[in-house]
Nanobody
Framework: QVQLLESGGGLVQPGDSLRLSCAASGLTFSTYDMGWFRQAPGKEREFVAV????????YYADPVKGRFTISRDNAKRTVYLQMNSLKPEDTAVYYCAAGQMWRVTTEADKYAYWGQGTQVTVSS
């Protein structure tokens, strides 16, 4: 059974940093694209970042470019999201996702497995 477990969320002030982690089990981690999505109340789930399984190519949503960095450690079966210069509009539940697809994608419905989410709140 596939399990993705996020951690590292919390309450921070604008300008602070957080590092989210997602530990995976039950899948061949190194062969999956690993992505991060987020969802705020009243909004649809939106793409944040993705790390391609074999090329190391990464993609970021425009609102987080230059502030967030996705990385992965295949030996630890873990994907990370380093979030710097956090803004109130970054407040959301953050989800990690895993998928095997022919092309890297930002579309949520292309990812087969999802974690339970971790809350990130940025407020003064």
């Amino acid at each position: 059974q596939v399990q993705l477990l996020e951690s590292g969320g919390g309450l921070v002030q604008p300008g602070d940093s957080l590092r989210l982690s997602c530990a995976a089990s039950g899948l061949t981690f190194s062969t999956y694209d690993m992505g991060w999505f987020r969802q705020a109340p009243g909004k649809e789930r939106e793409f944040v970042a993705v790390f391609r399984w074999n090329t190391g190519v990464t993609y970021y949503a425009d609102p987080v470019k230059g502030r967030f960095t996705i990385s992965r450690d295949n030996a630890k079966r873990t994907v990370y999201l380093q979030m710097n210069s956090l803004k109130p509009e970054d407040t959301a539940v953050y989800y990690c996702a895993a998928g095997q697809m022919w092309r890297v994608t930002t579309e949520a419905d292309k990812y087969a497995y999802w974690g339970q989410g971790t809350q990130v709140t940025v407020s003064s």
